[in-house]
Every structure is written in C-alpha cells, then in structure tokens.
C-alpha cells in the first residue's frame, strides 16, 4: 500500500459521537486525500490536503473536517457522526497534483454509524 | 455535473480470455485518466494511466484506449487470469471547484471463471 496505513482499520459508533481517522504515510508526499466508498457511488472526495496546514473541500465534505499539522499524517474528523457517515474511507497519497501522477490508496477504514 | 460513467456494472469472462472494460467521461477537458483495481477488502490499486495526448498505452498484460472523439476510455487485459477479479475503476482528472482533482465511476465488478 505504498507507505500508507489508517487507523483504526474498524470502528463502530453511535450517532452523535466524534470521531477522528488517521492516515499515516512514509514516502513525503505533498498530496493527501480522503475519500469515501459507498455501493452505487463509487469513490467521491471529502477532503484533501496539498501541503502542512494547506487542504480544501472535496464534492462531500459537510459533516467532515480535516488536519494536517504534519507531513506525514492527515486526519479526518466528524464532528458528530450521523448513520449516513456509515461507509468505507479511503485516505490517498500524491507526489504530484492530480493531471501528473497516480494517487496510491491505502487499506481502508470501515466505520459504522449506529 | 459532469462525471465519469461505466457501460456495464459486471463482466463474466472465462480464464484466459481477453477482458475488455470500458468507461465513459463527460467532461471534454479531462486530460488525464487512471485504471485501478479493486480486490474486496483492500485499497484501488493503480494500473495505468494514460494522458490526452495518445490514444493507446500499453503495460504488463494491459492496454488503455482513448478515443477523445467520443469520449470513451477501455482497459483490455490479456489472457485473463483468476487474480484479476476485482473491480475496475475509471478515473479521470477534472475540474471542480476551481481545482484539478479526480473523478472515479462507480466501477465494473470483473469475475474470471476457470
């Protein structure tokens, strides 16, 4: 998963919690993403982050906030998870913005709203 | 607005057969596009990419076609083997918001019989 690992890899939780997922990369990559995986949507953009302390708003980011505060790490945080959140969240890594280069996924993390 | 489509959800294939998958995109001034592969339970794996320059790339077992004319994009792997089930994503680098991301369809679910 090239560098790449999330925490925690599964997490259940109930409606109106905080919740907060980390990616964990080793390869110093300017570019971070989040996305989400859900059945008949694919995969859709949350948020994504071009460099410590520089990220912006993918096409789903209501309900979600993000953090970068170093290279390596970027965290995705719902403030008050709501059973919709309920999905599979991809974080992705890139050396190069979008147009020059591939984004390198890592495991997944399955979180269930309750 | 504009997104990136799929022509069949599911392709059945026998074990050594040409696969061929396909995509369609929407927006004409998409100029980079990436395969991935999906295996259930792990991140999309990059495959290849190819640019809106040419028409054709080659890889191990894999070639992607681009026909900007009608805005069509294939993915042909070679001599189709078990470990090649998973689900095909379509990618391409788009616009939105003021700023280049990626766009995935929702993916084609490729099961290789023996």
């Known amino acids: 998963d090239a560098g790449i690992t999330q925490s925690p890899r599964h997490k259940v939780t109930e409606t109106g919690t905080p919740v907060t997922l980390r990616c964990h990369q080793t390869e110093n990559h300017r570019y971070m993403y989040w996305y989400r995986q859900d059945p008949g949507h694919g995969l859709r953009l949350i948020h994504y982050s071009y460099g410590v302390k520089d990220t912006d708003k993918g096409e789903v980011s209501d309900g979600y906030s993000v953090s970068r505060s170093k290279t390596e790490d970027f965290l995705l945080t719902l403030e008050s998870a709501t059973s919709s959140q309920t999905s599979v969240y991809f974080c992705?890594?890139?050396?190069?913005?979008?147009?020059?280069?591939?984004?390198?996924f890592g495991p997944g993390t399955r979180l269930t709203v309750l | 607005g504009e997104n990136v489509g799929l022509h069949l959800p599911t392709l059945s294939v026998q074990e050594g057969d040409n696969s061929i998958i396909n995509c369609a995109y929407s927006n004409s001034a998409s100029d980079y596009f990436i395969w991935y592969k999906q295996e259930s339970g792990k991140g999309p794996q990059f495959i290849i990419d190819?640019?809106?320059?040419?028409d054709k790339r080659q890889g191990q077992r894999v070639t992607v076609l681009l026909n900007k004319t009608v805005k069509h994009l294939s993915l042909q792997i070679a001599a189709t083997q078990p470990g090649d089930s998973a689900v095909y994503f379509c990618a391409e680098n788009t616009a939105l918001s003021g700023s280049e991301k990626l766009v995935f369809g929702k993916g084609t679910k490729l099961t290789v019989n023996p």
């Open positions: 190819i640019r809106s320059n040419m």
């Open positions: 992705a890594i890139s050396h190069n913005p979008p147009r020059y280069n591939e984004q390198f």
